[in-house]
């Protein structure tokens, strides 16, 4: 056995011990209807996800979060969940999901199961029994009904509109065929909001937790964290006045808004906490919540959810001073609270980093959110014009700033396909797009479904070795050359790079504590772990002298022993 080998067989067992192994874990999201298709229907399933599972650990990660793999009519890629306690039969069954987490656990993988609160599908049966009920009935009451406005309630209770675009309300047609009342829907409406001040729902979800809990799940990641309570005292006030009324850029630090981020939304918390620490090791979780930064720590108390996803480096240009600013306040910030910190660049929501990176600074796309040009047509081309988007850069952008990540203290979050460097797939035909923020904004913004296209494993074949059959997104030619199997082995590559940085990170791993290191060039961070880990970025134009020590991977080939510009570098 190797020396590698021998460590890594040792931090499995101490991963499975370890009641902090989230603390500083590497998770890797899996958006399992694009990931592995097992039986060629063209879109990925449980059994797909199992195969890989050798893939996965060789790739050196500590834990699997799952996107929803619930029944789903997918008008939300699954985010429009028919039954919590189920799996979709287009990607398996029960049974299966147990063998895919007992071969995570065996290979010394965690599971984070995606948790969906806010709001169910409108084929949940409790919507069905809502829409079939009476106005007044308490099955109308898990949701959010209201009586519509104008004489003959023909106009939505208020005028909110709905992430993704268009009214958060939908009207209903009664039992008895006449128009009826409105329910709320912060998403598309084929997800209606639940209702979290009836008690019914609370107790369900915490039978949901102990279902996934009892079946292995090691954790949650919770959608949405941060809506499911509400005031929707009347009158409501516009949109308008909530605009004039929000006291920052990224939310209302007052709690004060009717329905994101209000204070008694941690009741809820405090409970789920209360069932997590049922388990041994407690079950974890993280909270998804776009919120003002002064909040996030509410959400990430040990008391509470534990962790909170931190987007801010996402959301910051490549460059050496915001990247500082932010490890440093969020470093500082999880400190006071007891919580780790969270890293991501990626996801299934926004536009792929080594694509954002290669946008002009300041572009709407280089901020994460997928757009088209000004002439209408996607720029996101990978492989388009240069004074667009520059591949290449975009590129070793990413692999610099993935290698910082991985040596900053907290939990990375990666999401599949970006150990390929797989770039935003822009060139998706209209009529083949699945997002529904394209169709409810009329196409002005184009969606997600860029970051959400399956996975090349092989340079070619039908769906490029995704499955025997299609691939339910299109991939383009070009995801050839990012295929695992162009990548695996071939020394340089994005996934050699990612596992040697994986496995490195494991056993380099230390005190959740950085030390940064003056380096005289504002275009330079050098940082220091316990242990004598180091980290070196050049966020420059130009190749750097490195400070002493040995090299211990680089995100890109040195240039005569320096660091050249757009390069990470670990040393000891
Ligand atoms: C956040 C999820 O990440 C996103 O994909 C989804 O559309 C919304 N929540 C609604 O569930």
């Keep these: 056995m190797s020396t590698t080998a021998t460590l890594a067989t040792l931090s499995d067992s101490n991963l499975a011990a370890d009641p902090n192994w989230w603390r500083q874990a590497s998770v890797y999201q899996i958006y399992p209807r694009s990931f592995a298709d097992s039986n060629g229907d063209g879109l990925g399933d449980i059994k797909g996800i199992t195969a890989k599972v050798p893939y996965l650990k060789e790739l050196g990660i500590d834990a699997v979060w799952l996107s929803p793999f619930y029944p789903s009519a997918l008008a939300d890629g699954g985010y429009d969940v028919d039954d919590y306690r189920n799996v979709d039969p287009k990607l398996g069954t029960l049974e299966d999901f147990d063998e895919m987490a007992n071969a995570l656990h065996a290979a010394g993988i965690k599971l984070i199961a995606d948790i969906v609160p806010n709001h169910s599908s409108d084929r ?41 675009g268009g009214p958060a309300w939908e009207r209903i047609t009664e039992p008895d065929g006449t128009p009826g009342q409105w329910y709320m829907h912060i998403f598309a409406k084929e997800q209606p909001d639940l209702n979290w001040a009836n008690r019914e729902i609370r107790d369900d979800f915490l039978k949901t937790l102990r279902f996934w809990s009892d079946r292995g799940v090691d954790g949650f990641r919770v959608d949405v964290a941060h809506a499911l309570t509400k005031d929707l005292t009347e009158p409501l006030l516009s949109k308008l006045e909530l605009s004039a009324a929000n006291t920052g850029t990224d939310g209302f630090a007052d709690g004060s808004h009717p329905f994101w981020d209000r204070d008694d939304v941690h009741e809820v918390y405090a409970e789920w906490r209360e069932v997590f620490n049922e388990y041994n090791p407690p079950r974890t979780a993280v909270a998804e919540a776009w919120v003002h930064a002064t909040r996030r720590p509410r959400y990430a108390s040990p008391a509470g959810l534990g962790q909170a996803f931190n987007f801010d480096l996402l959301q910051a240009d490549f460059d050496a001073e915001e990247f500082r600013e932010i490890i440093t306040r969020n470093l500082a910030e999880a400190a006071a609270t007891g919580a780790s910190s969270t890293w991501v660049f990626s996801n299934h929501d926004v536009v792929r980093h080594a694509t954002r990176y290669g946008l002009p600074k300041g572009s709407k796309g280089s901020k994460g959110k997928p757009a088209k040009g000004q002439d209408g047509k996607s720029w ?17 952008r990413a692999r610099a700033a993935t290698l910082l990540m991985l040596a900053v203290p907290g939990s990375a ?69 990012y295929a695992v199997e162009a990548q695996d082995g071939t020394q340089g590559s994005t996934l050699e790079l990612y596992r040697t940085a994986l496995k490195l990170r494991r056993e380099l791993q230390a005190a959740e504590e950085l030390e940064w290191i003056e380096t005289g060039n504002p275009e330079v961070l050098h940082f220091s772990r316990p242990g004598g880990w180091r980290s070196v970025t050049n966020f420059g134009d130009t190749a750097v002298e490195l400070p002493a020590g040995t090299v211990l991977v680089s995100s890109a080939p040195l240039v005569d022993g320096k660091l050249p510009a757009n390069t990470t570098a670990w040393l000891r």
């Design 380 to 396: 996101l081309l990978a492989g388009g014009p240069k004074e667009e988007l520059d591949v290449e850069l975009g590129e070793r």
């Design 413 to 481: 979050y990666l999401y599949q396909g970006e150990e390929l460097g797989l770039q935003e797939v822009a060139e998706i035909p209209d009529a083949e797009r699945q997002d529904p923020s394209f169709f409810r904004n009329k196409g002005v913004e184009v969606g997600r479904d860029g970051c959400r296209v399956p996975l090349p494993w092989a340079v070619e074949g039908t769906s490029f070795g995704f499955g025997d059959g299609g691939a339910h997104l299109p991939q383009p030619d070009w995801f050839s050359r």
């Design 124 to 164: 949940h049966e409790w919507f069905r029994e809502a829409l079939a009920s009476p106005k007044g009935s308490a099955a109308r009451d898990r949701y959010i009904f209201r009586d519509g406005k104008g004489p003959n309630g023909e106009f939505p209770p208020s005028d909110w509109d709905s992430v993704f």
